[in-house]
């Protein structure tokens, strides 16, 4: 099973142009990567809006999780530039504020998928929205509009 995702994860960045002929483009992979977090953040508050069932929103909430502990490590030197990337000059001018909300997503993400294992729709709806403010936190101070 891994080595499937890990097939359909190679064959969707390459058809999504991140693949160059000396390695992958950070920038694309970077922005593949958000809009893939972006697509599990509003499965997350469509359930929480519609009053659905939580418990499967472990999966996505994980998958955020997950990209948040890689978050910082997509923006090495050297791609502050190009690629149409809207990241701000504070990312690299001030690393720990940028990993430290990066970890903040993480844990928000961790705790939301511990929590929709109960079921408990108010809780997640909480939770959620911490999430929500880590993402807009880091927009606001390391993302262009």
Same mark, same amino acid.
């Given at each position: 099973?891994?080595?499937?995702?890990?097939?359909?994860?190679?064959?969707?960045?390459?058809?999504?142009? =991140?693949?160059?002929?000396?390695?992958?483009?950070?920038?694309?992979?970077?922005?593949? &990567?958000? *809009?893939?977090?972006? &697509?599990?953040?509003?499965?997350?508050?469509?359930? =929480?809006?519609?009053?659905?069932?939580?418990?499967?929103?472990? =999966? +996505?909430?994980?998958?955020?999780?997950?990209?948040?502990?890689?978050?910082?490590?997509?923006?090495?030197?050297?791609? #502050?530039?190009?690629?149409?990337?809207?990241?701000? +000059? #504070?990312?690299? *001018?001030? +690393?720990?504020?940028?990993?430290?909300?990066?970890?903040?997503?993480?844990?928000?993400?961790?705790?939301?998928?511990?929590?929709?294992?109960?079921?408990?729709?108010?809780?997640?709806?909480?939770?959620?929205?911490?999430?929500?403010?880590?993402?807009?936190?880091?927009?606001?101070?390391?993302?262009?509009?």
């Amino acid at each position: 099973m891994t080595k499937r995702i890990a097939l359909c994860a190679v064959i969707m960045l390459a058809g999504l142009g =991140v693949a160059r002929a000396d390695g992958l483009d950070p920038i694309a992979v970077r922005q593949a &990567g958000f *809009s893939l977090q972006n &697509g599990d953040f509003a499965f997350i508050r469509s359930v =929480v809006a519609a009053k659905g069932d939580v418990k499967p929103l472990e =999966v +996505p909430a994980r998958a955020v999780a997950k990209w948040a502990a890689v978050i910082p490590s997509m923006f090495p030197k050297g791609t #502050e530039t190009g690629g149409d990337t809207k990241a701000l +000059p #504070e990312i690299w *001018s001030d +690393p720990a504020g940028f990993q430290k909300i990066a970890l903040a997503l993480g844990e928000a993400a961790t705790k939301l998928a511990t929590d929709a294992k109960t079921g408990d729709a108010d809780v997640v709806a909480a939770d959620m929205k911490l999430v929500g403010e880590q993402c807009g936190a880091c927009h606001k101070a390391y993302r262009a509009k």
